[in-house]
């Protein structure tokens, strides 16, 4: 569902005797040793709008080209700010808000590369390991990485709140050490909040085996494996 994975078939194992002995199933179907039942020969594809030919454009070209552009400008701003976070703690934010945006922008290549740019969208059967690589570099990632940057964002706007309402209470509040510490919760709550949105999102994955033998009688005993 959410792993943008269509429906597949019962879960089960062909008994290819069973299959052979007139179980009436049709030319597209196959019989299911475990539910005792003739059900439709699915394969493990990927919904038809992630082989679109627009998908294919905008993963495979235009995004390796956004992400080019964005580690070249976010990686400007984060040496900047690296030399600059030591002295000043406001900056130690902004610091990892670029790392953050940097890494959230890298996250999908993984899949992207894969899939789309060495061709295996054209896979006949997609693995369970593509499944989550999907899962993980188009959904997880840049979840988590967003949510430490939107974080980030409401502890520089506290950091300003402080700063002009209690202007002299501000050089203890927002110290180098207390700015580094609310980053720390700021990532850990990120991830708990990750965790929590991997666990509430299923994916069902249902396994099959299809008989390709095309008779049971004609068939050597071989290729019955």
Sequence with gaps: EDGGISDLATLGFCNISQR?????CASYEIFDGFTNECTL??????????????????????LPILVLLVI????????????????????????WMGISALSMAISPLPYTIFYYNLGHWNDGQHTQFLCLLRKMCM?????????????????LG?????AVQFPLRSFDLCSHKMTKRAIRISFL????L??????????????????????IDSSPPSSLS
């Design 72 to 95: 070249i400008t976010n990686g400007v701003v984060v040496l900047i700010l690296r030399t600059q976070r030591i002295t000043r703690s406001p900056v130690e934010p902004l610091f």
């Design 20 to 24: 052979g002995s007139n179980r009436g």
């Design 139 to 155: 959904e997880e990632l840049p979840f988590l990485f967003n949510t430490i940057i939107t974080f980030l964002t409401l502890l």
């Design 41 to 62: 020969a699915y394969a493990m594809q990927f919904e038809d709008q992630d082989t679109d030919s627009t998908m294919k454009i905008l993963y495979g070209f235009v």
């Design 189 to 192: 709550l990120a991830l708990l």
């Design 158 to 162: 506290i950091q300003r709140f402080i």
């Design 194 to 215: 990750s965790c929590i949105n991997y666990g509430s999102e299923s994916s069902i994955l249902l396994h099959f085996c299809i008989d390709i033998t095309p008779s």
